[in-house]
């Protein structure tokens, strides 16, 4: 059972960056891939970002691509999704998730994940 805590979620002004935050119980288990979706009011919840525990290996959706990066920190059991030149496209609620024996493309792909965090609001406006 994998457990998992986000956090950093806020409202910043268009243009602007959060850093977001991911704890996970069972984070250094390399079976993981670790990553982010959002969902936004009305919306399927989609994939943004996703991180394989194995060697790496990650992915991001084009929508973000060149403004938000994903990483890790297997000290601190904790993967981020750094935002930056926010939109108010990107407003949404932001879930971490985790998958086993999976790859990160064919994660952030499946609307369906095993394990969920509760979801971290982020409001892009001015």
């Known amino acids: 059972q994998v457990q998992l805590v986000e956090s950093g979620g806020g409202l910043v002004q268009p243009g602007g960056s959060l850093r977001l935050s991911c704890v996970a119980s069972d984070f250094t288990s390399e079976k993981y891939v670790i990553g982010w979706f959002r969902q936004a009011r009305g919306k399927e919840r989609d994939g943004v970002s996703c991180?394989?525990?194995?060697?790496?290996?990650?992915y991001v959706v084009d929508s973000v691509k060149g403004r938000f990066t994903i990483s890790r920190d297997n000290a601190k059991n904790t993967v981020y999704l750094q935002m930056n030149s926010l939109k108010p496209e990107d407003t949404a609620v932001y879930y971490c998730?985790?998958?086993?024996?999976?790859?990160?493309?064919?994660?952030?792909?499946?609307?369906?994940?095993?394990?969920w965090g509760q979801g971290t609001q982020v409001t892009v406006s001015s």
């Open positions: 998730a985790a998958r086993p024996y999976a790859t990160a493309q064919t994660m952030c792909a499946s609307k369906s994940q095993p394990y």
């Open positions: 991180i394989q525990n194995s060697d790496g290996s990650a």
